[in-house]
């Protein structure tokens, strides 16, 4: 019982939070982006609990991120703004979020199950604090993007420099999957660890490319915000922190240590390798 009551205190502090930020932008479209993420998730857990899945978990996250950003273009759309950044940035949204809904969706399809689900959803608290998150995830890293939809992002020096960024982190992250996930197909590599293409220089490209493309969109937004909007600009430090100490490189280098931790090829992999990449 009180772990249940953490469970959804964290999660009651997650849409604190992630309101917090869209309130002090002052931006109603945003606000109403931010409680539009959240439902989604809250309502997709109710069958997610009851069927005791987490097959459309990350697909969820996908659809929420296109939601909210098309709802915000929408938006702009009809007060009579046809802005070409935002086209533009909403694209590169909606084209990174259906590459990366269905590259995880078809993954966790073949594997039968998401392992880090398997005690997880079986606590209605913790598994519903779970989804709460991912509304998290979505809110704080799109903010800056909504927040320069919703006032009309400017093509200016920023714009071009934001869209070469995240190109590079775009096309990194697809490379890093697509190595990774042909490294799987080979028989020969079964229980092995990968150590080739970008992951010879980082232990985790698809994360830097991921930070990057959050990066990128942060300076593509940035002309577009003014005052106190300019706390939206969190996106790729809330990525960075979320993908090095809580869901993504933490819980895969524990895992591999326990998987590979005994082995002197693993161990000069991880002493000669950056995480991310250089002091990262």
Not at 233 to 238: A, D, G, H, N
Not at 266 to 280: C, H, Q, S
């Amino acid at each position: 019982m009180k772990t249940s009551f953490k469970e959804l205190l964290f999660a009651l502090f997650a849409f604190t939070l992630s309101f917090s930020v869209a309130y002090i932008t002052e931006i109603k479209i945003v606000k109403d982006a931010v409680l539009i993420a959240f439902l989604i998730q809250w309502v997709l857990f109710i069958p997610a609990y009851i069927f005791q899945t987490e097959k459309f978990y990350d697909l969820s996250g996908s659809l929420t991120y296109i939601s909210i950003v098309s709802f915000c273009f929408y938006n702009n759309y009809e007060s009579g703004n046809i802005n070409l950044g935002n086209i533009i940035i909403s694209t590169l949204i909606i084209m990174w979020a259906i590459r990366l809904g269905s590259f995880l969706f078809i993954r966790i399809k073949k594997a039968g199950e998401d392992i880090r689900f398997r005690e997880i959803k079986k606590s209605p608290s913790r598994f519903f604090m779970t989804w709460t998150l991912q509304g998290m995830w979505v809110s704080l890293c799109s903010a800056c993007a909504l927040a320069g939809i919703a006032n009309g992002i400017e093509i200016n020096s920023y714009f071009y420099v934001g869209i070469v960024i995240f190109v590079i982190g775009f096309t990194t992250e697809i490379i890093a999957d697509n190595q990774k996930s042909i490294f799987r197909k080979d028989l020969n590599n079964k229980d092995k660890f990968i150590s080739s293409g970008l992951w010879k220089y980082s232990r985790h490209p698809n994360y830097l490319g991921e930070i990057t493309l959050w990066l990128g969109i942060s300076i593509i937004s940035f002309s577009s915000l003014a005052g106190w909007e300019l706390i939206t600009l969190i996106s790729p430090i809330f990525t960075y922190l979320l993908l090095v100490y809580v869901s993504g490189i933490r819980i895969l280098d524990y895992n591999g240590n326990k998987k590979w931790g005994h082995l002197e090829s693993y161990k000069d992999y991880r002493k000669n390798t950056p995480r991310l990449i250089g002091f990262l």
